[in-house]
């Protein structure tokens, strides 16, 4: 099967000296995707509240201007489910269309079950849909490729949710840290029913004992990536298009360069 041009991009940080310097450096650099996270902690970082109109129309231009493409990450604590959450990543959703980006990112958040989540989606998938921005899901450490393959069953039985506008982000850190799939996230990927579409990716590292958002190829990949390389044979089967998002602001910034560097020969490699 052959793949499409993948876009490789980073996100915002709150661990960034100020918080366009991701940004910056995605230009300089020549990146091709960026997402914006809602992740300011204690009054640093990111967050979409701190945007007015003006900036955003800056960020749309230079996005058009640079030719990247941009996602949205809602706040993880922004849990659909309560319409406090739902309502956060309404705001999400309003910044993505400001912006010009093509998809706003959410967790999955089990305490309504599969079910229950599904129709939480309902009214974010509604306000997307006029921008056809699409809704990724995100697996959490908590998350079971068993409960997203529900989740998916009970969106393929609404009248509401059109085919593509929800997919799940596949985030390998995570499931590697999942107890269902502990140092297997290649595992978790392969339990994903063939309905349940993979829309966007997060590539980041651990070695199974925390959320450590290694770059890749500094973690146990940099001594085999065969995982590695198993992942994009996987994904380039189930004809993934999405944006590859690398998770992580490292000191020094060269590190991400070097990561997409990487990643390009191995996205070579297997197409």
């Not at 793949?3 to 020549?30: M, V, Y």
């Not at 959410?106 to 305490?111: A, E, F, L, T």
């Not at 229950?116 to 997307?128: D, I, Q």
């Not at 990927?189 to 450590?212: A, F, K, Y």
């Amino acid at each position: 099967m052959a793949w499409p041009f993948l876009r490789i991009g980073n996100q915002t940080a709150f661990s960034a000296h100020h918080p366009d310097d991701p940004f910056r450096f995605a230009i300089e650099q020549g990146f091709d995707a960026f997402e914006w996270f809602n992740d300011k902690r204690h009054g640093w970082g990111w967050c979409q509240e701190d945007v007015d109109d003006y900036d955003r129309e800056q960020i749309r231009q230079l996005g058009e201007k640079h030719s990247i493409v941009f996602s949205v990450h809602a706040r993880c604590q922004a849990n659909i489910n309560t319409p406090q959450g739902r309502d956060d990543v309404l705001r999400s959703i309003e910044f993505a269309k400001d912006i010009g980006a093509v998809l706003v990112n959410v967790y999955y958040h089990g305490d309504q079950g599969p079910q229950g989540f599904a129709a939480s989606l309902a009214p974010l998938v509604e306000a997307a849909a006029p921008a056809n921005i699409r809704i990724s899901v995100e697996n959490t450490v908590f998350v079971s490729p068993h409960e997203l393959n529900e989740l998916f069953a009970a969106l393929d039985a609404t009248d509401w949710c059109r085919p593509g506008a929800v997919g799940v982000c596949f985030d390998m850190g995570h499931a590697n840290l999942c107890a269902a799939t502990r140092y297997d996230y290649v595992g978790f990927l392969n339990q994903l029913e063939s309905n349940v579409p993979i829309i966007h990716l997060h590539v980041h590292e651990n070695w199974g004992d925390g959320d450590s958002h290694l770059p890749l190829f500094t973690g146990p990949a940099a001594q085999d990536d065969s995982g590695v390389r198993t992942m994009l044979g996987i994904l380039r089967e189930r004809g993934y298009d999405g944006l590859i998002i690398m998770e992580q602001w490292p000191q020094p910034a060269d590190q991400l360069i070097t990561t997409r560097n990487r990643l390009r020969e191995l996205l070579h490699a297997v197409s």
